[in-house]
C-alpha cells in the first residue's frame, strides 16, 4: 500500500511491529524515533495499519496534515495532486525528506 505521503507501508517498520505483532522491534522503533524526531514515543503507540486502512493508526497519522489534504482531495497520493509541492508538503519533507524522494519516484 502507498501511503498518502508516497511511502510504502510495508517498509515502514511501525507497519511492520504492528503486521507481526512484534514488541520487541516496537521498542526500537519507539527509541529510534524519540531519537531522531526529538520526541517521546512509547513502543505501545508504535501501531499502525497504515494511513489508508481501517484500523490502527500511529498517533501522527491519526493527525497527519498529507493524510487530511488527500483525503479531502479524494487524491491517492501527495505525488498526484494538482497543488503538488505545496506549502503544507514542502514542511513535511523538511522534516522527513525520505517523503519528498518517494513522491518524486511517483511522479
Avoid at 20 to 31: G, H, P, Q, S
Wanted: hydrophobic letters at 30%; proline letters at 4%; one cysteine or more.
Amino acid at each position: 500500500m502507498t501511503a498518502y505521503c508516497g511511502m510504502n507501508c510495508a517498509k515502514c517498520e511501525c507497519f511492520q511491529a504492528t503486521k507481526e505483532n512484534d514488541d520487541t522491534l516496537r521498542a526500537k522503533v519507539a527509541l529510534k524515533w524519540s531519537e531522531n524526531y526529538n520526541s517521546d514515543i512509547k513502543p505501545a503507540q508504535i501501531n499502525c495499519t497504515g494511513c489508508k486502512a481501517e484500523g490502527a493508526k500511529f498517533y501522527f497519522t491519526a493527525e497527519c496534515p498529507l493524510r487530511k489534504c488527500n483525503i479531502e482531495k479524494n487524491t491517492p497520493h501527495c505525488a498526484g495532486c494538482s497543488q503538488y509541492r505545496c506549502e503544507t508538503l514542502d514542511n513535511f519533507i523538511d522534516k522527513a525528506p525520505v517523503v519528498g524522494k518517494a513522491l518524486e519516484k511517483l511522479r
